[in-house]
């Protein structure tokens, strides 16, 4: 058996999201399932992240075990002939055993877009979360800059999750104009006559939703309804105290870092 | 009453197309909704042209009569409060009684896209058709130059239709090269170690799927399976000549003259 590292792109409109789900299709139960039929065995597939329902990948990262001797690029060729346009593998590499995409991985990094404006291209629609009002960017990087270092996340995490530990370190959490040069996927003239905000966050890991719940808080920043001052929502600990969560189809996964 | 003229991009994929049908959502079907909603009173609305499932739009045109006193800004701001994010009405314009989005309109201007290489970005492949072999561009070129002029355009036309009057005038048809800049809504690097061609077409009309037609027989001539001189095709007015139906979703609208 050999490890496989597996970067992959995907626009996440229609899936139930990476992790597969008893209805629904996901990134993972496809990978499985073409996986699965080179192998002629059941193969299992990690994420290095959990993308939910809607949410974009630049640069995903799986890994799994193969006995398939095909070598790597054959491979990629093989799984592109066989996914959906709406996935691609870009790369497929072969990495030591104890390489796995979530526990290996040293960070990642998240985008999440927003369509500042009165109007949004309906072909930038599915990948920004729409604010038409006046957004105060100095404060929101004010409170962008709170994120960075050591914190406890509990404030910015779902309920429901029994995640012991949610102590982070974030190393880069600031707000960009994108507006003159609209990354890929975005097209040109993504928000006729506003802006193109991005909040572009890197950390050693992320706890459940908790990018889009750091955006809704940014945005609340942003429209001058809550000080920039963040530090007491990390002492609080409480997520009823932070911001909403922000829509998932204004978040992209854009790399991890091994 | 008075009589408007809307500009509209909107993003395909999900619809049945622009035309009102019996079954699935078009965009003259939700233009119909809100615009009788706001008149209280039935809205029929005219398109320019009937795109079907899949093509996308980046400067559609309709017309319709209102009651509504509302200024035309409103209006617009008004449609697109309530129509889905991937129709925008870009802008409404009040018109002579007379205009008619279809019969007072000149010309058209279509956008065929071929992604010619290996693999296409998970994002450009809504709006794009793949096309892996090699292709020869030059031949391409020769063959889109017989199609401008005045021409008997029935081997281009669906079978099925019963256009008695084939005859159309291109003015213009040529094969551009967009790797390195792709048009909105496309993202770069849309088609990593290709290209990204395209096949531009302005006429005084169109017939259905004649676009399509065309795209699918200028790719057999650039796989080489096909001879660039078109005319032939012309005189013997025969679609089973011709090339296959290209898909849908590599086509745009593109703007449409008065």
Redesign the interface.
């Known amino acids: 058996m050999r490890s496989l590292k597996l970067t992959l ?3 996440g409109t229609r899936f139930v999201g990476w992790q597969r789900q008893a209805d629904g299709t996901s990134i993972q139960g496809l990978l499985e399932a073409i996986l699965g039929d080179i192998d002629g065995a059941p193969v299992a597939v990690a994420g290095a992240g959990r993308t939910d329902a809607g949410v974009h990948a630049l640069g995903q990262v799986a890994s799994c075990t193969l006995a398939s001797a095909l070598d790597a690029d054959t491979l990629r ?1 093989a799984l ?1 002939a066989r996914l959906p ?4 593998v870009l790369a497929v590499d072969d990495v030591p055993q104890a390489f796995h995409a979530r526990f290996s991985a040293k960070g990642k990094r998240y985008r999440y877009v927003l369509a500042n404006g ?9 990948f920004t979360w ?1 604010v038409p009002g006046r957004l105060d960017v100095t404060a929101m990087q004010q409170a962008a800059a709170h994120l960075v270092g050591t914190h406890d996340f509990s404030a910015f995490q779902s309920t429901g999750t029994d995640v012991v530990h949610a102590v982070r370190t974030v190393t880069l959490a600031e707000i960009a104009d994108l507006t003159d040069e609209p990354p ?6 993504a928000v006729p006559g506003g802006r193109l905000l991005a909040f572009e966050v890197a950390a050693n890991g992320f706890l459940r939703h908790m990018v889009r719940a750091l955006a809704g808080t940014l945005v609340e920043v942003g429209l001058r309804r809550r000080d920039p001052d963040l530090r007491a929502l990390f002492e609080s600990a409480n997520r009823a105290l932070a911001g909403p969560t922000a829509p998932a189809h204004g978040l992209w996964l854009v790399e991890v870092n091994y």
Do not use: G, I
Not at 118 to 126: G, L, Y
Not at 184 to 189: G, K, N, R, S
């Open positions: 792109a995907y626009e060729k592109n346009a709406d996935v691609r009165p109007m949004v291209s309906p072909f930038a629609a599915r729409q890929t996927p975005l097209p040109a003239q």
